[in-house]
């Protein structure tokens, strides 16, 4: 060989081993990829919308999913496929591609659950599910690992570790309690795919980002808790949402300076702002308001019941009564005390079942 000053040499290389060398946790990352990655899959979702412009003009989205069982059922989050009114793609880790019909969603929390099909109906040969974790069981510090298809590139995976088990607000105005905070990668199109543990089990469903503002990963990443999914799985497969109980109330939070100005005898608690007829709490014999009212430009009903606790619970706004449903079922009987003027209240009430319009 030629040098650069002209001078000859015999080139001397160091030839690899044949089969590179591994440490132990190269091996279980390589472990985990093999393994998984053939359970997620790719979604893409078509909605026709307006274009002023244009006119009316197909819009997609694209977001993961997973495998959950050989007769095609994936879980995604709900806003995936929200508002595709034109169809679901999935597209499989062998690039097998099939339409997909929604059999359920859970807006509340942001999931929905997809079913796949081959032709006639037939159910969609050599599917590879995961297996599902106990969520409750993480802890802050330990490895995870997320595999979706960021920015449609298919099959990604990116290592982190569980920053933080925290409460989130979703998009659709719901509480996902107990959500997996984590700084693995998670961008654009990760969303509904598997957050894994060492053990390349589901831990959690990855749902969104804490952006810079520049629609990319920050370093913060959250995912629902699979327990959350697991929960709702049975009513999404067998009803297409969520059966959840519900008190029957609209109500607004009264906090201690407006529980001071109102010359009410206690400082926290919900205000009942109107009881919805056959609901759980007229049943009970609760009331709502019937003086108007405004709180700075916000209209509210007075005179009604103030809520200051559920079966012993504190309650200081209506998201504290929504973690308490979470825990029950439509049927469920809970004590409910109150303040009516200034008399101490309890009353039991058998819980009714939220309608699509009131969940």
């Known amino acids: 060989m ?4 002209g001078s000859s040499a015999p080139l001397e290389l160091t030839e690899a081993h044949a089969a590179p060398a591994y440490d132990a946790e190269e091996q279980n990352n390589i472990s985990i990829y093999k393994r998984v990655s053939p359970s997620v899959v790719n979604i ?17 989205g694209q977001g993961s999913g ?4 050989k007769a095609g059922h994936i879980l995604t989050n709900f806003h995936v496929v929200e508002g595709a009114n034109r169809g679901i793609e999935v597209q499989l880790s062998d690039k097998r591609k099939f339409s997909a019909r929604v059999v359920g969603t859970d807006r509340t929390h ?17 599917l590879q599910p995961v297996t599902l974790a106990d969520s409750s069981q ?19 995976m990116t290592r982190g570790i569980i920053s933080a088990i925290r409460p989130i607000g979703t998009e659709n105005g719901g509480k996902i309690e107990d959500a997996i905070q984590t700084d693995a990668a998670i961008n ?33 990443g959250f995912a629902i808790p699979i327990n959350t999914a697991k929960a709702v799985l049975a009513d999404l497969l067998r009803y297409g949402r969520v059966k959840r109980p519900w008190l029957g109330i609209d109500s ?31 049943r009970a014999g609760l009331r709502g308001g019937n003086e108007q ?59 009714g079942q939220a309608s699509d319009t009131n969940t």
Do not use: C, W
């Open 2 to 5: 030629i040098g650069a000053g």
């Open 44 to 60: 893409t979702s078509t909605a026709l919308v307006f274009d002023f412009f244009y006119g009316t003009v197909p819009q997609q």
């Open 66 to 69: 997973f495998i959950l069982d």
């Open 110 to 126: 942001d999931l929905a659950l997809l079913q796949i099909e081959g032709p006639n109906q037939q159910a969609v040969p050599n």
């Open 138 to 156: 993480l802890n802050v510090g330990q490895k995870v690992y997320a595999i979706g298809n960021p920015f449609g590139l298919s099959g990604t």
């Open 188 to 220: 654009p199109g990760n969303s509904g795919g598997p957050l894994l543990n060492s053990s390349g089990e589901v831990i959690g469903i990855n749902t969104m980002i804490a952006s810079n503002g520049a629609d990319q990963s920050s370093g913060i």
């Open 252 to 282: 607004f939070a009264i906090g201690p300076d407006l529980a001071s100005q109102m010359g009410l005898a206690a400082d926290h608690g919900v205000l009942i702002q109107r009881v919805f007829p056959g609901g759980a709490a007229e």
């Open 293 to 351: 009212a405004y709180v700075g430009n916000t209209p509210i009903m007075l005179g009604g019941d103030l809520i200051i606790a559920i079966d012993g619970q504190q309650i200081t706004n209506p998201q504290d009564i929504s973690e308490i449903m979470d825990k029950h079922q439509a049927g469920d009987i809970v004590s409910v005390t109150i303040l009516r003027g200034q008399r101490k209240m309890t009353f039991k009430l058998m819980l």
